[in-house]
Every structure is written in C-alpha cells, then in structure tokens.
C-alpha cells in the first residue's frame, strides 16, 4: 500500500475525515491502533490541523464510509493549542494544531466574561507561539457599557490585537476577514460567546452551528460537539471547536508563567532578584509597573492564579 499525506479536517473522536490542503477534497479516515497508541499522554492523539499520513487498502477505489482510509502516522507539529482536560485532570487534550492565527471570542455580558481563562489561552498561546487576537463579540448588545475601552485597552497594551465585532450587525467582520485571510486559524472561547455565529458572518456559505444562550445561567450552550475545519471562500482555513468551560495549564512551571504575559516581560529583566516570583520580593520592577499603571490589575491577578493550584480557575 502506498502512503500519502494529508491534513485532518474534521475529529468525530474515533473517525477523522482528512484533505489534502490546499485543495479541498474530503474523505473519511480511521486511526490505526500503533498511532493511536505512540501519543497516549493525550485524551485525543489526533488533532484538526495535524499533518497525517495515510493508506488505502484497496487502491482502485475512492476512500467512503465503507472504505475509509487508514491513518498510518501522525507528522511532527509546528505547534499546537493544549489544555489539561477537565475530566481527567492528569491528561492533556489537544484543541488543534499547525495553526498560523488564534482567534479567541469573548463577550462582556451574555456570558459575562471570565479574565482568567482568558489569560490561560492567551499564556498558552505565547508558549506555543501561536499568535492570537481577541474578538469581542456582541458589542451591539452592550454599545453603551463602559467596560469595553478599559477591556480593549488592557489586552492592547499587552500586545494582542482587539477586535469589536457583531454577527448580528457586521461590525468589525471585514477586519476580522482580512486578518484570516490565507491562514489556518483556531476560533476558541466559552460556550455561548457567538464562534460559530462569527464563522458564518466571516463566510455566510458555511453552516457552522449556532445555539442560544440558556438565560437559566446565561451561559452558553454546547452547540459544537466536533472539532471541525472549513475553507473560507476569501481565502485561507478556520476551524470551529466546541464552546470550552474550562481551561487547565499544560507542562507550565510557575517561575516561567511570567514570561508569558508580554507586558511583563517588558520589565522582569529589572527585578533586582533573579529568579523573581514578583509577588514579594523587594526590587521587583513588575510590582513597580503594577503600582505605575503599567500593567493591568486584572492580568496580574490572573498570573497569581497561575501561580497557585491550577484547579482554582477551572
């Protein structure tokens, strides 16, 4: 049998469906026991964006539901996007991987947002140098709401691009359309922040699915049960993930979680100790920039939570 290579577009848990990117021709798979087993550290040993490589047990026929292709390896990633399982706390879950852009959803109300899982994907994102940018969605819902420079002007300053987008509206869709364009991107957040809602804004020919916000809680519902990419008729590639509720650090030690958050990175090298946990030592130029307001309260305060049990902001 002859191996081939091809991207894996859609994860259903134990069946795959691959394309040979760029162009768009998919086609069912299944994951051979051997590969299933050489990546067993992670509840999912195959991931969306992940570079495979596959054979065909019967070489005169096209790969179908009867006949579906064999994944035979995984190829080495360029990076990918991992958090700690919710379930079970001691395994990782890859969200997906070889991804040129992050595109996290947030919204200010409906669901009111939760700064440290943002920051958790933002730290995780600057680990696994995948360059990310905010969406913040809905803001037809909340034009009035003071919060929202204070937000956009926090994650500026530390460096990521903030994007005030509605579905509903257009608001900030052209932009966000721009930024994807020819690049594979990760569209991630919490239930009911509206991703699949932005997908279909950016290319009104997919059908992502979209759900409501349960107003018992005002949380989101789980609409996106696949993980699951789509080509984007401007160009390039984005991938729908379900919404998450929680987001655990993954092989992060806590002297290094600091050299994640950019702003402080700016000035951790003036710490007069070294390490520097820059919570109690005198010198500590952090403390400094936090007193100066040069650093956000509120991304300090994520990084404490960083610090301590990673189960304190699942």
Not at 62 to 72: G, L, R, S
Not at 290 to 299: D, F, N, T, V, Y
Request: hydrophobic letters at 35%; charged letters at 25%.
């Amino acid at each position: 049998m002859i191996e081939r290579e091809a991207t894996v577009v859609k994860n259903a848990g134990s069946h795959f469906v691959l394309s040979g990117l760029p162009c768009w021709k998919p086609f069912p798979a299944v994951l051979r026991g051997k590969a299933r087993l050489d990546r067993n550290s992670s509840t999912n040993p195959v991931a969306v964006g992940d570079k495979v490589t596959y054979c065909i047990e019967n070489e005169l026929v096209e790969p179908d539901e009867k006949n579906p292709a064999v994944i035979t390896s995984i190829l080495p990633r360029n990076n990918y996007l991992i958090r700690r399982s919710t379930n079970l706390s001691r395994q990782s879950h890859v969200i997906a991987a070889n991804l040129d852009q992050a595109v996290i959803a947030v919204t200010l109300l409906f669901p009111e947002i939760k700064l440290p899982f943002l920051d958790r994907i933002l730290v995780t994102c600057e680990v696994y140098k995948i360059p990310a940018v905010i969406a913040l969605n809905k803001v037809d819902l909340y034009e009035d709401y003071e919060g929202i420079e204070d937000f956009a002007a926090t994650y500026e300053k530390a460096g990521y691009p903030v994007i005030r987008t509605s579905a509903r509206t257009g608001e900030g869709i052209s932009r966000l359309r721009d930024l994807c364009n020819g690049k594979l991107n990760l569209f991630s957040g919490e239930s009911g922040v509206g991703k699949s809602s932005l997908i279909k804004a950016l290319d009104p020919s997919l059908d992502p699915k979209i759900g409501k916000i349960s107003m018992a809680h005002l949380q989101g519902k789980h609409t996106t049960s696949l993980y699951e990419m789509y080509p984007l008729s401007s160009g390039g590639y984005v991938i729908d993930t379900p919404g998450l509720r929680g987001f655990g650090l993954v092989d992060l030690e806590k002297e290094e979680i600091g050299k994640y958050f950019p702003e402080m990175l700016r000035y951790a090298d003036n710490c007069r100790f070294v390490p520097c946990t820059h919570t109690h030592e005198p010198g500590c130029a952090i403390k400094k920039a936090l007193g100066e307001g040069l650093i956000s309260e509120s991304r300090y305060n994520s990084y404490l939570g960083m610090l301590e049990e990673d189960t304190k902001f699942r």
